[in-house]
């Protein structure tokens, strides 16, 4: 078979096109993967509204960050990988390299690791973008230990939910900020739910930390939720944001000798830079997911690649009760 299937973005803000094309083959470093499932994420709209310039993707393309799959084939100078291994990674959908949305992609073999065996297809296929920007942020740029209070702003969402897992497992007191409608699922991985529609800074600063605000504060949704971590943040605390790209008075956090980091998870992808990395922090959510200290939130409503439309309608709406994830 020389040709796949594939979901295509023609042009801007165009409904999706699922075409017969060629299909690729593993080249130097890479490995070919048949994709039995793909996540959508908030960044594929911006790319098709032709509104996501840093992710320099330009259209017609494929979409599609994260997949998990079966390797088919491996190409020349790959030693990690054999044909019939299940694997998952954050593998393209920006920087002109094919998406995750097609029945097989080309990818660099460094990008991903072996899918935890105690997830399916469909939650393995969730993890990639939202876990490697979590690990990056609270694991990488902070020294998260039990004993620390730790916010996290947009804690029921992507990266939310499992930077909340991971601060719970270093043994963290962990709030999460979000809507109310988020807060049984919030307390449910073991962080004390904060409703933004009834409570502002000031109210839970002074209620959580009787006033000193937060050691770490992982801020996940930028603008507003950017500002509010300054002014929640302790003295000589932490400051990680996934979104810092705003105008943003830095007053609060300096007045508080507090400390400020941004991540920028597509880097290796648009570089070709550190990708190695990528596939490391994956090896370490695979042992966290099968030594149980870490779990996807999936929206339950399953979506083939013929109703890729719909699947974006869904994440589009603010509706999805998790992850939307087609399965291919």
């Given amino acids: 078979m020389s040709t796949m299937k594939a979901a295509l973005v023609e042009a801007q803000n165009t409904e999706f096109t699922i075409a017969e ?26 790319i098709r509204a032709n509104e996501a310039a840093h992710a320099r993707h330009p259209l017609p393309a494929i979409l599609g960050i994260d997949m998990a799959g079966i390797v088919e084939a491996v190409g020349p100078g790959v030693t990690g ?28 073999a ?11 297809m469909r939650e393995a296929a969730a993890l990639p973008l939202i876990a490697i920007t979590a690990w990056e942020g609270l694991e990488e740029r902070t020294q998260v230990r039990a004993g620390h209070k730790v916010l996290v702003i947009g804690g029921g969402g992507g990266v939310g939910h499992i930077t909340v897992q991971m601060a719970v497992a270093a043994g963290a007191e962990v709030y999460a900020v979000d809507g109310g409608s988020k807060a049984e699922y919030i307390s449910s991985i073991g962080a004390t739910p904060i409703d933004y529609g009834v409570a502002t800074v000031d109210d839970y600063v002074a209620r959580y930390t009787d006033g000193k605000g937060f050691d770490i504060v992982y801020d996940t949704i930028g603008g507003k939720g950017l500002d509010a971590a300054f002014q929640a943040v ?15 008075s830095l007053a609060p956090l300096s007045f508080k000798g507090a400390t400020y980091s941004g991540v920028f998870t597509l880097a290796p992808l648009l570089t070709g830079e550190d990708r190695a990395h990528h596939g490391d922090i994956l090896r370490h959510i695979a042992t966290r997911v099968e030594a149980g200290t870490l779990m996807p939130n999936l929206d339950p409503r399953p979506f083939s690649l013929a ?15 998790g992850k939307v994830v087609v399965e291919i």
């Fill in 21 to 46: 094309i060629e299909k690729p083959v593993a080249r130097a470093g890479q490995i070919l993967v048949r994709i039995k499932a793909a996540a959508l994420n908030p960044l594929d709209l911006k």
């Fill in 81 to 108: 990988f054999r044909a019939g291994d299940e694997v998952y990674g954050m593998t393209g959908g920006v920087g002109g390299l094919q998406g995750s949305l097609a029945e097989f992609a080309a990818v660099d």
């Fill in 234 to 248: 302790a003295k000589f605390g932490h400051v990680v944001t996934s979104l810092g790209w705003g105008t943003h």
């Fill in 307 to 321: 109703e890729v439309g719909e699947a974006y309608r869904l994440l589009e709406s603010r509706e999805a009760e």
């Fill in 110 to 120: 460094d990008l991903v690791a072996l899918k935890p065996r105690n997830l399916s």
